[in-house]
């Protein structure tokens, strides 16, 4: 009996690791699914159309069924907090990624798209929601991490390198049509590319600082939530669309690569992922749920040499251990930062949120709520996950997103 015992116990206390690997997986696949698209020539503001608008196909039977009941009161300033949150993650986030993954590889999206803790540090010391106290040792990691995670995406924007070859680069000949073209005329474009994927991790960590108001009001229903920001982030992509696409035929979508990568990003890294990260965040807490979004990175650069023959450089290598040791960095300031909380303070209340779609448990304080509600927010990203919000204070996406 002891050893049945014992490998259920295993079993138990793997899950939260093999959810996590194969969500990597999952973000990993969509990011290849996503270059190759746009490699073919779709859109990315109709791209960014037709994911949230299957993202919210999915998710909002789901919030009818379980959270109909008891629904906050759409005021003016609830409709306009959703408004701004849709128009920050939805259409900044996920058209400048979409931008800045199209001109660069998904290999270098997704080392960048690791800067969003550190961001979002940032941001919630500028807007006043976490103190910044340099005498103790987890806020000096924080500092330290930051600085790092800016100075490796400099180093992976302004410096390229020799190409590093994979050990099987020679022998894989991918279809034309998806190679990844990151070298010749590709490099007038880097840069603008880095440029367009910082700005989309600057929006999505503006997201993380601005939702607190919403969370609030939409705690006990975070699908709903999710559901009304896909929603009218798909209305505003419209808009947005019609605005830069003047062609009608770029709407144009059939039962090929296009239907595939938005009906994936949707689905997958929308729905799926929020299910499912939101079990682990509630087990295990966003900081063990973000530490495994470098693998992501690794899982993409393999898939890519094989599909896309992507190019890596030695300048984006450099630069993505850089942001990794100082996304580390971070996550371990903010997990002493939890630990010191919880050992000062008697929780008064554990709040549930999900961003980008992730969901995650939140300990309140009641000296401390803001600062704790931003501690969580910077769990993950996808690069390009669309917007699954009062979830997880996502580090929500890119996400894959």
């Not at 906050?72 to 300033?77: A, G, H, V, W």
């Not at 924080?142 to 995406?153: F, I, P, Y």
């Not at 917007?387 to 890119?398: A, H, N, R, W, Y």
Request: proline residues 4%; hydrophobic residues 50%.
């Amino acid at each position: 009996m002891e050893k049945p015992t014992c490998f259920s116990n295993f079993l138990e206390n793997s899950k939260p690791y093999f959810a996590m690997i194969s969500l990597q997986f999952g973000y990993a696949g969509m990011n290849i699914i996503t270059k190759v698209s746009l490699n073919r020539g779709m859109s990315h503001y109709v791209l960014v159309v037709y994911r949230h608008a299957f993202a919210t196909a999915v998710i909002a039977p789901f919030a009818f069924f379980f959270e109909r009941k008891k629904q906050p009161k759409i005021t003016f300033p609830v409709f306009m907090q959703i408004f701004i949150l849709a128009l920050l993650g939805p259409v900044i986030d996920q058209n400048f990624y979409y931008a800045g993954l199209k001109f660069t590889s998904p290999t270098f999206s997704c080392a960048m798209s690791n800067m969003l803790p550190a961001m979002t540090f940032v941001m919630a010391v500028i807007c006043r929601m976490e103190k910044l106290d340099m005498k103790t040792i987890r806020c000096q990691a924080k500092v330290a991490g930051t600085v790092v995670t800016v100075a490796g995406a400099m180093l992976m924007t302004l410096y390229k390198g020799p190409i590093v070859q994979m050990l099987w680069s020679k022998y894989i000949h991918p279809k034309s049509s998806y190679v990844t073209d990151t070298t010749g005329t590709g490099d007038k474009h880097w840069f603008l590319g880095s440029v367009l994927l910082t700005i989309a991790t600057l929006a999505w960590a503006s997201l993380f600082v601005l939702q607190n108001k919403a969370l609030k009001t939409y705690k006990d229903h975070q699908l709903s939530l999710t559901s009304l920001v896909c929603f009218i982030g798909t209305l505003q992509a419209i808009v947005v669309t019609f605005v830069m696409e003047h062609k009608p035929s770029v709407w144009k979508i059939g039962f090929d690569m296009n239907l595939l990568a938005a009906a994936y990003a949707g689905i997958v890294t929308s729905s799926i992922s929020y299910y499912v990260q939101g079990l682990v965040m509630k087990k295990r807490g966003p900081v063990f749920a973000t530490a495994f979004s470098p693998l992501m990175m690794i899982i993409v650069a393999i898939m890519g040499s094989f599909i896309l023959a992507e190019k890596i450089f030695l300048g984006s290598v450099l630069g993505a251990v850089l942001i990794v040791a100082g996304l580390y960095s971070v996550l371990w300031g903010k997990h002493k930062e939890g630990l010191e909380n919880r050992d000062d303070e008697i929780p008064e209340a554990i709040k549930g949120c999900h961003v980008n779609g992730t969901a995650v448990m939140s300990v309140m304080d009641g000296n401390d709520v803001e600062a704790n509600q931003v501690k969580n927010a910077e769990a993950n990203k996808l690069s390009s996950v669309a917007i699954c919000m009062p979830i997880s204070e996502l580090p929500v996406v890119k996400a894959g997103k």
